[in-house]
């Protein structure tokens, strides 16, 4: 397995994310402090800002991932040190790359494996409790749902295009995503989403509302997201607000010409 991200992309993605360009630095430096510019009062000193952009560095990275013990932490925190130092690097880079991806992949690999069993345990925990509920229905894929309100007319087919507003938590209640947070509904092709959610969808009609239990293989797997963790369990409580066919691409001597994909 390749691994995911180096460390480089994840910091520069922080520095990015964060909104810490060259503008911002010269205008929180020590010559012009951050109180002075916005005419606020610096409720934090430079140390403690420093100390948290280590914290962020080391949050947003994918060093958690390699499942280091007490030592390991030792030995990354040896060299980051020497870099903050301006050392040069403790080995020769051209030679320790290949035991670098040899060694961070394993320990990846056995790291989500872990994440995978845990995971596996509290869903199977989780669906086992479902089951127990009348009003819960199973589809064969393993997703389950709850009609909480009847629509009325035909139903979505894969090929649809959806208008919903929706709700998505994991098991522990805590909100991920949400339309009525944006103030407008979503609108998407049906087979263009997350498996689970694609076949549940089709089961109520245009007015309806559903509650939606969509375990991580029919969701997004060992991927992550921001306020996803891998191997998730997703609920979503979805209201179908509208669905029409999806237009087909033109055929044809007015079709675009196919991209060239050699």
Known sequence: MKLKHTLIASVLALVLAAGLNAQTAKATSAA?????????????????????????????????????????????????????????????????????????????????????????????????????????????SGVMFEILREGKGPFPTATDTVTIHYIGTLTSGAKFDSSHDRGEPAVFPLNGVIPGMTAALQKINKGGKIRIFIPADQAYGERSAPQIPAFSTLIFEVELLDFTATPMPPVGPDAPAAPDLD
Do not use: H
């Not at 430079?46 to 030995?75: C, R, T």
């Not at 494996?113 to 064969?140: C, G, T, V």
């Open 32 to 140: 012009a402090p951050a109180a002075a510019t916005t005419g606020t009062a610096a409720q934090f000193n430079e140390a403690q800002v420093f100390e948290m952009i280590g914290w962020y560095v080391v949050s947003n990275s994918p060093i958690n991932e390699f499942d280091p013990d007490a030592a390991l932490k030792g030995a990354f925190l040896k060299g980051a040190r020497a870099a903050l130092d301006g050392k040069p690097a403790p080995f020769d880079e051209t030679k320790i790359g290949p035991d670098m991806q040899r060694i961070l992949s394993a320990r990846q690999e056995a790291f989500q494996a872990k994440q995978k069993a845990e995971a596996d345990k509290a869903a199977a925990a989780f669906f086992a409790e479902l089951k127990k509920n009348p009003k819960i229905q199973a589809l064969p």
